[in-house]
Protein backbone atom coordinates (compact mmCIF):
# COMPACT_ATOMS: atom_id res chain seq x y z
CA UNK A 1 0.00 0.00 0.00
CA UNK A 2 1.35 3.68 -0.87
CA UNK A 3 2.05 6.08 1.86
CA UNK A 4 -0.90 8.32 2.32
CA UNK A 5 -3.12 5.98 1.22
CA UNK A 6 -6.18 3.92 3.39
CA UNK A 7 -8.47 1.50 1.66
CA UNK A 8 -11.21 0.71 3.90
CA UNK A 9 -14.03 -2.07 3.73
CA UNK A 10 -17.14 -0.54 4.74
CA UNK A 11 -18.91 -2.60 7.96
CA UNK A 12 -22.77 -2.62 8.89
CA UNK A 13 -23.37 0.73 9.99
CA UNK A 14 -20.94 2.77 8.40
CA UNK A 15 -21.47 6.70 7.59
CA UNK A 16 -19.31 8.49 5.38
CA UNK A 17 -18.97 10.82 7.90
CA UNK A 18 -18.23 8.29 10.61
CA UNK A 19 -15.59 7.10 8.26
CA UNK A 20 -13.74 10.38 7.72
CA UNK A 21 -13.73 11.44 11.67
CA UNK A 22 -12.26 7.55 12.06
CA UNK A 23 -9.40 8.95 9.57
CA UNK A 24 -9.32 12.12 10.37
CA UNK A 25 -9.99 13.52 6.53
CA UNK A 26 -12.77 15.64 4.89
CA UNK A 27 -15.92 14.55 4.38
CA UNK A 28 -16.25 16.02 0.51
CA UNK A 29 -12.99 14.78 -0.27
CA UNK A 30 -14.41 11.12 0.33
CA UNK A 31 -17.21 11.41 -1.48
CA UNK A 32 -15.85 13.08 -4.35
CA UNK A 33 -12.79 10.27 -4.32
CA UNK A 34 -15.23 7.83 -4.18
CA UNK A 35 -18.37 8.96 -6.78
CA UNK A 36 -20.80 8.38 -3.65
CA UNK A 37 -24.03 9.91 -4.61
CA UNK A 38 -26.95 11.71 -2.63
CA UNK A 39 -28.10 10.31 0.02
CA UNK A 40 -24.27 9.42 0.38
CA UNK A 41 -25.34 5.44 1.02
CA UNK A 42 -22.90 2.59 1.34
CA UNK A 43 -22.75 -1.08 0.29
CA UNK A 44 -21.29 -3.11 2.81
CA UNK A 45 -18.31 -4.48 1.50
CA UNK A 46 -17.44 -1.08 -0.61
CA UNK A 47 -14.04 -0.63 -0.91
CA UNK A 48 -13.21 2.92 -0.53
CA UNK A 49 -10.54 5.07 -1.29
CA UNK A 50 -8.97 7.41 1.96
CA UNK A 51 -6.39 9.96 0.86
CA UNK A 52 -4.55 10.63 4.03
CA UNK A 53 -2.91 13.61 2.45
CA UNK A 54 1.03 12.13 1.94
CA UNK A 55 2.34 11.06 -1.34
CA UNK A 56 5.58 9.21 -2.10
CA UNK A 57 5.56 7.75 -5.01
CA UNK A 58 8.14 4.79 -5.93
CA UNK A 59 8.64 4.76 -9.25
CA UNK A 60 7.26 6.02 -12.60
CA UNK A 61 5.22 4.69 -14.91
CA UNK A 62 4.32 4.86 -18.59
CA UNK A 63 0.30 5.03 -18.63
CA UNK A 64 -1.86 4.54 -21.91
CA UNK A 65 -5.72 4.43 -22.20
CA UNK A 66 -7.73 3.43 -25.37
CA UNK A 67 -10.85 5.94 -26.08
CA UNK A 68 -13.02 6.35 -29.20
CA UNK A 69 -14.23 9.37 -30.33
CA UNK A 70 -17.57 9.69 -28.85
CA UNK A 71 -15.85 10.18 -25.28
CA UNK A 72 -17.43 12.77 -23.28
CA UNK A 73 -14.92 15.80 -23.56
CA UNK A 74 -15.35 16.26 -19.64
CA UNK A 75 -14.43 12.60 -18.87
CA UNK A 76 -10.87 12.90 -21.10
CA UNK A 77 -10.61 16.16 -19.56
CA UNK A 78 -10.56 14.46 -16.13
CA UNK A 79 -8.43 11.64 -17.54
CA UNK A 80 -5.58 12.94 -19.65
CA UNK A 81 -3.58 14.14 -16.46
CA UNK A 82 -3.05 10.77 -15.80
CA UNK A 83 -2.39 9.48 -19.03
CA UNK A 84 1.09 9.42 -20.93
CA UNK A 85 -0.39 7.95 -24.10
CA UNK A 86 -3.86 8.07 -25.68
CA UNK A 87 -4.48 5.25 -28.17
CA UNK A 88 -7.52 6.57 -29.91
CA UNK A 89 -9.87 3.50 -31.37
CA UNK A 90 -9.59 3.01 -33.96
CA UNK A 91 -8.45 2.99 -37.95
CA UNK A 92 -9.11 -0.12 -40.15
CA UNK A 93 -8.13 -0.62 -43.32
CA UNK A 94 -8.80 -2.74 -46.91
CA UNK A 95 -7.05 -5.25 -47.77
CA UNK A 96 -5.27 -3.13 -50.50
CA UNK A 97 -4.12 -1.41 -47.57
CA UNK A 98 -6.15 1.83 -47.55
CA UNK A 99 -6.94 3.49 -44.43
CA UNK A 100 -10.37 3.63 -42.67
CA UNK A 101 -11.01 6.12 -40.56
CA UNK A 102 -12.69 6.48 -37.57
CA UNK A 103 -16.39 7.41 -37.84
CA UNK A 104 -16.37 10.22 -35.78
CA UNK A 105 -13.74 13.07 -35.88
CA UNK A 106 -10.60 12.47 -33.37
CA UNK A 107 -8.67 15.44 -34.24
CA UNK A 108 -9.90 17.30 -30.94
CA UNK A 109 -9.16 14.52 -29.02
CA UNK A 110 -5.21 14.83 -30.29
CA UNK A 111 -5.50 18.33 -29.93
CA UNK A 112 -6.27 17.58 -26.36
CA UNK A 113 -4.07 15.41 -25.99
CA UNK A 114 -1.26 17.15 -26.59
CA UNK A 115 -2.78 20.57 -24.58
CA UNK A 116 -2.27 17.85 -21.53
CA UNK A 117 1.20 16.35 -22.70
CA UNK A 118 -0.29 12.97 -23.37
CA UNK A 119 1.08 11.38 -26.55
CA UNK A 120 -1.54 10.90 -29.24
CA UNK A 121 -1.73 7.14 -30.23
CA UNK A 122 -3.48 6.14 -33.70
CA UNK A 123 -4.62 2.42 -33.35
CA UNK A 124 -4.89 0.31 -36.08
CA UNK A 125 -7.49 -2.56 -35.74
CA UNK A 126 -8.48 -5.40 -38.48
CA UNK A 127 -12.18 -4.93 -38.38
CA UNK A 128 -14.33 -6.09 -40.46
CA UNK A 129 -17.82 -3.89 -41.73
CA UNK A 130 -19.39 -5.33 -38.84
CA UNK A 131 -16.62 -4.71 -36.53
CA UNK A 132 -15.16 -8.09 -35.56
CA UNK A 133 -11.50 -8.42 -36.19
CA UNK A 134 -11.29 -10.29 -39.15
CA UNK A 135 -8.58 -13.30 -39.85
CA UNK A 136 -9.03 -12.61 -43.40
CA UNK A 137 -8.14 -8.82 -43.63
CA UNK A 138 -5.19 -9.56 -41.50
CA UNK A 139 -3.91 -12.61 -44.21
CA UNK A 140 -4.95 -10.46 -47.01
CA UNK A 141 -2.53 -7.81 -45.45
CA UNK A 142 0.42 -9.50 -44.10
CA UNK A 143 1.05 -11.89 -46.83
CA UNK A 144 1.08 -9.47 -49.79
CA UNK A 145 4.06 -6.34 -49.92
CA UNK A 146 1.98 -4.16 -52.11
CA UNK A 147 -1.21 -3.93 -49.39
CA UNK A 148 2.08 -3.49 -47.05
CA UNK A 149 3.92 -0.82 -48.71
CA UNK A 150 0.55 0.75 -49.15
CA UNK A 151 -0.78 0.72 -45.81
CA UNK A 152 2.52 1.82 -44.21
CA UNK A 153 2.71 5.12 -46.41
CA UNK A 154 -0.98 5.83 -45.61
CA UNK A 155 -0.47 5.64 -41.97
CA UNK A 156 2.77 7.97 -42.20
CA UNK A 157 0.59 10.22 -43.79
CA UNK A 158 -2.12 10.73 -41.53
CA UNK A 159 0.42 10.92 -38.65
CA UNK A 160 1.67 13.66 -39.96
CA UNK A 161 -1.55 15.29 -40.94
CA UNK A 162 -3.00 14.85 -37.73
CA UNK A 163 -0.36 14.95 -35.42
CA UNK A 164 -0.36 11.39 -34.04
CA UNK A 165 2.97 10.54 -32.04
CA UNK A 166 2.93 6.77 -32.22
CA UNK A 167 0.73 3.67 -33.70
CA UNK A 168 -0.38 0.81 -31.34
CA UNK A 169 -1.30 -2.55 -33.42
CA UNK A 170 -4.30 -4.34 -32.29
CA UNK A 171 -4.35 -7.30 -34.10
CA UNK A 172 -6.03 -10.13 -32.83
CA UNK A 173 -7.25 -13.85 -33.59
CA UNK A 174 -4.09 -13.91 -36.08
CA UNK A 175 -4.15 -17.61 -37.80
CA UNK A 176 -0.88 -19.26 -36.72
CA UNK A 177 0.27 -19.59 -40.45
CA UNK A 178 -0.05 -16.13 -40.70
CA UNK A 179 2.33 -15.51 -37.35
CA UNK A 180 5.60 -14.97 -39.09
CA UNK A 181 4.22 -13.28 -41.89
CA UNK A 182 2.52 -10.98 -39.00
CA UNK A 183 5.82 -10.19 -37.32
CA UNK A 184 7.11 -9.44 -40.49
CA UNK A 185 4.63 -6.68 -41.09
CA UNK A 186 4.88 -5.35 -37.47
CA UNK A 187 8.49 -4.82 -38.14
CA UNK A 188 8.51 -3.12 -41.45
CA UNK A 189 5.72 -0.83 -39.32
CA UNK A 190 8.32 -0.31 -36.71
CA UNK A 191 11.00 0.44 -38.96
CA UNK A 192 9.16 3.37 -41.14
CA UNK A 193 8.02 4.52 -37.84
CA UNK A 194 11.32 4.79 -36.07
CA UNK A 195 12.60 6.63 -39.39
CA UNK A 196 10.30 8.83 -38.96
CA UNK A 197 10.30 9.77 -35.78
CA UNK A 198 7.51 7.93 -34.37
CA UNK A 199 7.35 4.83 -31.94
CA UNK A 200 5.46 1.00 -32.29
CA UNK A 201 3.48 -0.48 -29.63
CA UNK A 202 1.16 -3.52 -29.46
CA UNK A 203 -1.43 -5.48 -27.92
CA UNK A 204 -0.90 -9.28 -27.13
CA UNK A 205 -3.34 -11.65 -25.91
CA UNK A 206 -2.74 -12.82 -22.45
CA UNK A 207 -0.57 -16.00 -22.98
CA UNK A 208 0.78 -18.37 -20.35
CA UNK A 209 3.45 -20.37 -23.01
CA UNK A 210 5.09 -20.07 -26.09
CA UNK A 211 3.18 -22.84 -27.73
CA UNK A 212 -0.35 -22.29 -26.09
CA UNK A 213 -3.16 -23.33 -28.35
CA UNK A 214 -5.73 -20.70 -29.57
CA UNK A 215 -6.34 -18.50 -32.37
CA UNK A 216 -6.48 -15.83 -29.93
CA UNK A 217 -2.42 -16.96 -29.03
CA UNK A 218 -0.81 -18.57 -32.24
CA UNK A 219 -0.33 -16.09 -34.47
CA UNK A 220 1.79 -13.90 -31.70
CA UNK A 221 5.53 -14.84 -31.43
CA UNK A 222 5.89 -12.98 -28.15
CA UNK A 223 9.58 -12.67 -28.24
CA UNK A 224 10.12 -11.63 -31.34
CA UNK A 225 7.49 -8.47 -31.17
CA UNK A 226 8.61 -7.50 -28.12
CA UNK A 227 12.35 -6.93 -29.96
CA UNK A 228 10.71 -5.07 -32.99
CA UNK A 229 8.38 -2.88 -30.90
CA UNK A 230 8.73 -0.29 -28.20
CA UNK A 231 6.39 -1.35 -25.46
CA UNK A 232 3.71 -4.12 -25.95
CA UNK A 233 0.12 -4.10 -23.56
CA UNK A 234 -0.60 -7.31 -21.79
CA UNK A 235 -4.12 -7.69 -22.59
CA UNK A 236 -5.32 -9.33 -19.03
CA UNK A 237 -8.85 -8.85 -18.84
CA UNK A 238 -11.97 -10.70 -20.13
CA UNK A 239 -11.67 -14.32 -18.05
CA UNK A 240 -14.94 -12.66 -17.62
CA UNK A 241 -16.53 -11.51 -20.56
CA UNK A 242 -19.87 -11.14 -22.01
CA UNK A 243 -20.94 -15.20 -23.52
CA UNK A 244 -18.60 -16.59 -20.82
CA UNK A 245 -19.82 -17.79 -17.51
CA UNK A 246 -19.31 -15.48 -13.98
CA UNK A 247 -16.12 -15.04 -13.48
CA UNK A 248 -13.51 -11.92 -12.10
CA UNK A 249 -12.53 -10.05 -15.44
CA UNK A 250 -9.37 -9.53 -14.23
CA UNK A 251 -7.98 -12.18 -11.93
CA UNK A 252 -4.94 -11.72 -10.34
CA UNK A 253 -3.75 -15.16 -9.95
CA UNK A 254 -4.21 -15.39 -13.71
CA UNK A 255 -2.97 -12.09 -14.72
CA UNK A 256 0.04 -13.26 -12.58
CA UNK A 257 0.66 -16.21 -15.02
CA UNK A 258 0.79 -13.99 -17.68
CA UNK A 259 3.06 -12.19 -16.49
CA UNK A 260 5.61 -14.63 -15.40
CA UNK A 261 5.72 -16.23 -18.76
CA UNK A 262 5.45 -12.51 -20.96
CA UNK A 263 8.97 -11.33 -18.75
CA UNK A 264 10.73 -14.41 -19.86
CA UNK A 265 10.28 -13.62 -23.65
CA UNK A 266 9.96 -9.91 -23.34
CA UNK A 267 11.72 -7.22 -21.20
CA UNK A 268 10.07 -5.94 -18.16
CA UNK A 269 10.36 -2.37 -18.62
CA UNK A 270 8.99 -3.25 -22.37
CA UNK A 271 5.68 -4.30 -20.91
CA UNK A 272 2.24 -2.96 -19.92
CA UNK A 273 -0.15 -4.35 -17.91
CA UNK A 274 -3.80 -4.63 -19.44
CA UNK A 275 -6.32 -3.26 -16.41
CA UNK A 276 -10.20 -3.20 -17.21
CA UNK A 277 -12.23 -0.27 -16.57
CA UNK A 278 -15.33 -2.18 -16.33
CA UNK A 279 -17.33 -5.25 -14.88
CA UNK A 280 -19.85 -7.26 -16.01
CA UNK A 281 -23.34 -7.79 -14.87
CA UNK A 282 -24.76 -12.21 -15.44
CA UNK A 283 -28.30 -13.07 -15.33
CA UNK A 284 -28.76 -16.46 -13.95
CA UNK A 285 -28.98 -19.28 -14.36
CA UNK A 286 -25.98 -19.00 -16.97
CA UNK A 287 -26.14 -20.78 -20.13
CA UNK A 288 -23.64 -21.56 -22.61
CA UNK A 289 -24.93 -19.60 -25.62
CA UNK A 290 -27.71 -18.34 -24.66
CA UNK A 291 -26.80 -16.00 -21.54
CA UNK A 292 -25.17 -12.57 -22.71
CA UNK A 293 -24.02 -10.23 -19.63
CA UNK A 294 -24.19 -6.48 -19.52
CA UNK A 295 -21.05 -4.36 -19.44
CA UNK A 296 -20.96 -2.02 -16.52
CA UNK A 297 -19.00 0.48 -14.66
CA UNK A 298 -17.34 -0.02 -11.70
CA UNK A 299 -18.37 2.57 -9.95
CA UNK A 300 -22.23 1.89 -11.40
CA UNK A 301 -21.75 -1.83 -10.22
CA UNK A 302 -21.09 -0.38 -6.39
CA UNK A 303 -24.58 1.51 -6.98
CA UNK A 304 -26.51 -1.43 -8.40
CA UNK A 305 -25.71 -3.01 -4.83
CA UNK A 306 -26.41 -0.52 -2.68
CA UNK A 307 -29.63 0.30 -4.81
CA UNK A 308 -30.43 -3.88 -3.95
CA UNK A 309 -29.40 -3.63 -0.50
CA UNK A 310 -26.71 -6.38 -0.63
CA UNK A 311 -23.09 -6.86 0.36
CA UNK A 312 -20.00 -7.20 -1.74
CA UNK A 313 -18.04 -9.70 -1.35
CA UNK A 314 -14.19 -10.20 -2.22
CA UNK A 315 -12.72 -13.00 -3.83
CA UNK A 316 -9.23 -13.69 -2.30
CA UNK A 317 -7.93 -15.69 -4.75
CA UNK A 318 -9.19 -13.71 -7.86
CA UNK A 319 -8.41 -10.57 -5.40
CA UNK A 320 -11.86 -9.48 -6.96
CA UNK A 321 -14.95 -7.79 -5.65
CA UNK A 322 -18.16 -9.45 -6.90
CA UNK A 323 -21.95 -9.96 -5.26
CA UNK A 324 -25.03 -11.16 -6.28
CA UNK A 325 -29.22 -10.11 -6.45
CA UNK A 326 -32.23 -10.82 -7.55
CA UNK A 327 -34.84 -8.08 -9.12
CA UNK A 328 -37.74 -8.81 -11.55
CA UNK A 329 -37.19 -12.86 -10.24
CA UNK A 330 -34.08 -12.62 -12.02
CA UNK A 331 -30.77 -13.90 -9.95
CA UNK A 332 -27.93 -11.64 -10.90
CA UNK A 333 -23.85 -11.78 -10.45
CA UNK A 334 -21.60 -8.85 -10.33
CA UNK A 335 -18.35 -8.86 -10.91
CA UNK A 336 -15.82 -5.81 -11.76
CA UNK A 337 -13.21 -3.80 -10.15
CA UNK A 338 -12.48 -2.01 -7.25
CA UNK A 339 -9.18 0.17 -5.38
CA UNK A 340 -8.19 -3.64 -4.06
CA UNK A 341 -8.14 -5.23 -7.13
CA UNK A 342 -6.86 -2.50 -8.46
CA UNK A 343 -4.06 -1.97 -5.99
CA UNK A 344 -3.15 -5.56 -6.32
CA UNK A 345 -2.96 -5.19 -9.96
CA UNK A 346 -0.39 -2.24 -9.17
CA UNK A 347 1.72 -4.39 -6.90
CA UNK A 348 2.39 -6.90 -9.39
CA UNK A 349 3.77 -3.63 -11.80
CA UNK A 350 6.21 -3.28 -9.06
CA UNK A 351 7.31 -6.79 -8.40
CA UNK A 352 7.77 -7.46 -12.06
CA UNK A 353 9.40 -3.97 -12.87
CA UNK A 354 6.72 -3.94 -15.31
CA UNK A 355 7.28 -0.75 -17.63
CA UNK A 356 3.70 0.52 -17.39
CA UNK A 357 0.13 -0.09 -17.62
CA UNK A 358 -2.57 0.37 -20.19
CA UNK A 359 -6.50 0.61 -19.54
CA UNK A 360 -9.47 -0.76 -21.61
CA UNK A 361 -10.89 2.35 -21.80
CA UNK A 362 -11.34 5.20 -20.10
CA UNK A 363 -14.79 5.87 -21.50
CA UNK A 364 -16.03 5.98 -18.16
CA UNK A 365 -14.67 8.31 -15.26
CA UNK A 366 -13.66 6.38 -11.84
CA UNK A 367 -11.59 9.00 -9.80
CA UNK A 368 -10.64 6.43 -7.58
CA UNK A 369 -8.87 4.82 -9.70
CA UNK A 370 -6.56 7.70 -10.91
CA UNK A 371 -5.84 9.06 -7.21
CA UNK A 372 -4.69 5.84 -6.56
CA UNK A 373 -2.62 5.85 -9.53
CA UNK A 374 -1.20 9.03 -8.67
CA UNK A 375 -0.27 7.36 -5.16
CA UNK A 376 0.94 4.63 -6.34
CA UNK A 377 2.88 6.21 -9.05
CA UNK A 378 5.12 9.08 -11.43
CA UNK A 379 3.34 9.44 -14.53
CA UNK A 380 5.67 9.30 -17.17
CA UNK A 381 4.57 11.93 -19.63
Request: proline share 6%; net charge negative.
Amino acid sequence: MPEGVEIYVVQPGDTVDGIAGRFGVNVWTIIEDNQIIFPYALAVGQALFIDLGTRVPRGTLRVSGYAYPFISEWVLRQTLPYLSELPIFSYGFTPEGELVPPQLPEDWMIYMAKEYGTEPILTLTPFDEQGIFSTYLISQVVNNQVAIDTLIGNLISVMYQKGYVGVDIDFEYILAEDRDAFTEFVRQVAEQMRANGFHTSIALAPKTSRDQRGLLYEGKDYRALGEIVDHALLMTYEWGYTYGPPLAVAPINQVRRVVEYAVTEIPPEKLDLGIPNYGYDWPLPYERGVTMATTIGNVQAVQIAIAQGVEIQYDEIAQSPFFTYETEGIRHEVWFEDVRSIQQKFELIREFGLGGCGYWQIMRWWRANWRLLYKNFYVEK
